[in-house]
């Protein structure tokens, strides 16, 4: 069986955690703008590097604000003409959604991290060199991404994982990446304008405290008990709004399935947040401190030098 998800997840796998499964270390360009980003160059680069030997190459996006930031593509197929819609043997998406690490070490935004204009998706839209739209399968990959005293980077914890287990709503994808009107002539003077640009908030799946500091590869697809060098771990059950379960199949590689741990079932494997309100907070929200002597204590004045 040929899924580029699997050979996909190899490749990251040996790109950045030995065969002890410690993480391997490694340089990152400067940063050359707000919206450069060497991490995604550096990945996109190993994955077309390294895929060849599995029959596959990997484009980056032509730039910043594009989604997904990359494809793996089955080399020798015809896009304008072969049938590859949804088909994760030929085509897949990749986005990048990098991770911090608090100062308590847990994985920040646990329970929710933003997805800027796009929600994620189990299919995206992309278009050939035609301009020609098609739908392919999608995935994420979420890394934690560290740096160490010397400047040298690292991945602490990282998932590749099927844009269906997050959301496979494909209409509303369409919805909020559609076009959009967007409010000109605005304020006193007429030269404000209002993007009218959607923040959006899905899981985060390393916010789930076991799959933290693991190296794991979700699919909506049942690859069976074993596939290459990766193992069936968990089988994670989410229901829909509608009641209707959905499956998916977590697999580790077999060197860091330490002790072989039996396949569990996990219900709801994804924080979410406590309390959820559908009105926002005021943005901004500056008050007056009650005496001056409360200033004094966040930020001394000079009578006190």
């Known amino acids: 069986m040929k899924n580029l998800a699997v050979k996909t ?3 990251l796998r040996n790109l950045f955690f030995d065969k002890s499964s410690k993480p391997i270390k490694f340089p ?38 594009i989604s997904p930031d990359m494809a793996v593509v ?23 959604k990098k991770l911090e690490r ?27 060199s035609n301009n020609e739209p ?16 010397s400047g040298n980077y690292f991945v602490s914890a990282m998932c590749l994982c099927d844009g269906s287990i997050l959301n496979d709503d494909y209409g509303l994808y369409l919805q909020i990446t559609g076009s959009r009107e967007k409010g000109i002539n605005m304020g006193t003077y007429g030269d404000g304008a209002n993007r ?27 690859l069976g008990e074993r596939i290459d060098n990766i193992e069936l771990v968990w089988r ?23 002790g072989s741990q039996p396949v569990t079932n996990v219900i709801e494997p994804f924080p979410t947040p406590r309390n959820r309100v559908s009105e ?13 002597e409360e200033l004094d204590k966040i930020w001394p004045s000079k009578n006190n030098d």
Do not use: W
Request: with cysteine; glycine share 6%; proline share 5%.
């Open 74 to 96: 089955s080399i020798g197929i015809n896009i304008e003409s072969d049938n590859i819609n949804n088909n994760p043997e030929e085509i897949i998406g990749i986005e990048v």
């Open 280 to 292: 926002t907070q005021e943005r901004g929200k500056f008050k007056l401190l009650k005496y001056y």
């Open 196 to 222: 009218n640009r959607p923040m959006l908030i899905f899981s985060n799946p390393l916010g789930a405290d076991f799959l933290d500091h693991k190296i794991t590869l979700v699919s909506e697809l049942d």
């Open 134 to 149: 098609l739908m392919i399968k999608s995935y994420y990959l979420f890394a934690c991404l560290e740096n160490d005293e």
């Open 28 to 65: 990152l360009r400067e940063k050359r703008n707000t919206q450069d980003d060497p991490f995604d160059e550096y990945i996109s680069m190993a994955l077309d590097d390294k895929l060849q030997e599995h029959g596959a190459r990997c484009q980056r996006s032509s730039g910043p604000l």
């Open 102 to 128: 608090t100062a308590n070490g847990k994985i920040a935004r646990p329970t929710g991290i933003d997805y800027n204009s796009t929600p994620p998706c189990g299919r995206v839209k992309i278009y050939t």
């Open 236 to 258: 994670f059950i989410r229901k829909d709004v509608e009641g209707v379960n959905h499956t998916f199949y977590a697999y580790m590689d077999s060197q860091d399935n330490l």
């Open 9 to 11: 997840f190899g490749v």
